[in-house]
């Protein structure tokens, strides 16, 4: 009995095999490298684990020992590997300007000396008297830091290790992730208010009038997200189809602001994510009984207090459900306001692409991405919450 039961228990396990595979390579790793690029910041003691020991016990004032230094010089001149000591320049250069020009001076000097015990920095280029590199230095030596989770939220320590708020100039990640939260909570009230009376209509009606109007909002679906977005590009522009309607019918003498800026944004990500309010609360009416409204009529309300009093609370989960499902989306978006937005409305997707692929600081890209995986993990959770919940009372 027991082989029997271990027989189908393996069998089952293989079938789901490919899901688990499937999983881990694209969920659980890229999830995991995300991780450990935001706490993790080995570059530097990786290439420096001398200097790394030495500089340990330096307070941070002036400059620190002799031994300090030499230890510097061993690393450097042992040096081989060009992309790991790549890394490291970056991650100096990233924390004090002119670290990279400072290596670049300093690298072949200490490999071409004869004798490395000779080699005195501060000769070599005085800029190593300036206690602002040692202390880049210092900083970028633990292997582990809340460094760029810190700084995802515009936060730093100072010099005694307090946490403390950036400066009004040093960064605008927060202000990036208010617009972001901003702008889904716009395309949500959009979508909702739009979604709403359609879903209403499709659920009033029968046969193919109900399929067309379904096929309508199903149908996006299988365009691709870039061809939508570049379609109303085409519609929204000065010279697009809209302006140029309203113009030959007479309603405006000049093209009216519809692209590159919030406007276009948010009606863009309206018709994208359209689908995904309409058919939620599509299903949690289909689900309400047809005689409520007839009830409520004959009792005398009128067809806007049997809405108020009725329909509306009735649809409420289908409502909520629709609208975390689309906060969840946009606030993830990243092509369409890179398109249609302005400077002022780009999300924070693409602060992330920017510090992924234009500076390559990758600690600091996986700690915003760990900030939106948080919210969007948080807003899933009620998400599932309210999908398996009842959706009409007593029913």
């Known amino acids: 009995m027991k082989a029997a039961i271990l027989r189908e228990r393996s069998g089952a396990l293989l079938l789901v095999s490919p899901v688990l595979v499937f999983m881990a390579v694209f969920f659980l790793w890229p999830l995991w490298a995300m991780v450990t690029a935001a706490f993790v910041d080995d570059a530097v003691s990786k290439v420096l684990p001398r200097t790394a020991a030495s500089i340990v016990s330096w307070d941070g004032q002036g400059i620190p020992s002799e031994a300090a230094h030499k230890a510097l010089v061993q ?62 230095l210092k900083e970028a030596m633990p292997p582990y830091t809340d460094r760029n989770i810190l700084a995802a939220v515009d936060m730093k320590r100072d010099g005694s290790g307090s946490i403390v708020l950036e400066g009004a100039d040093a960064s605008a990640h927060r202000l990036i992730m208010l617009r972001t939260l901003l702008v889904a909570a716009m395309v949500t009230i959009a979508c909702a208010v739009i979604g709403l009376p359609y879903a209403m209509l499709a659920a009033s009606l029968t046969g193919w009038k109900r399929s067309v109007l379904l096929l309508a909002v199903v149908l996006p679906l299988w365009t691709s997200l870039l061809v939508r977005t570049a379609a109303w590009f085409i519609l929204l522009q000065n010279e697009g189809l809209i302006n140029g309607a ?8 000049s093209p009216l602001p519809l692209i590159f800026n919030r406007l276009g944004v948010v009606i ?13 609360i599509y299903s949690v009416i289909l689900g309400i009984p047809g005689n409520l409204m007839s009830a409520a009529q004959s009792m005398g309300a009128g067809p806007v207090r049997a809405f108020w009093r009725v329909l509306l609370p009735l649809s409420l989960p289908g409502i909520l459900s629709g609208s975390l499902l689309v906060f969840m989306v946009a606030i993830g978006y990243y092509i369409t306001p890179a398109l249609l937005g302005g400077a002022n409305d780009q999300m924070i997707s693409s602060v992330i692409a920017f510090y992924a692929t234009g500076t390559a600081n990758w600690g600091l890209a996986g700690a915003l991405g760990l900030i939106l995986l948080v919210v969007t993990t948080v807003l899933y959770t009620i998400y599932g919450r309210f999908s398996t919940s009842p959706q009409v009372p007593g029913a």
């Open 75 to 136: 690393d450097l001149r042992v040096a081989t590997d060009e992309q790991a000591l790549g890394e490291a320049v970056r991650r100096l250069n990233s924390a004090a300007s002119g670290f990279r020009t400072l290596l670049g001076r300093t690298i072949p000097a200490v490999k071409a000396a004869s004798d490395p015990a000779q080699v005195d920095l501060l000769t070599v280029d005085p800029r190593w008297k300036d206690t602002r590199f040692w202390v880049a």
């Open 246 to 253: 309203l113009q030959a019918i007479g309603l405006i003498n």
């Open 268 to 280: 863009a990500m309206t018709h994208v994510l359209l689908p995904f309010m309409v058919l939620p």
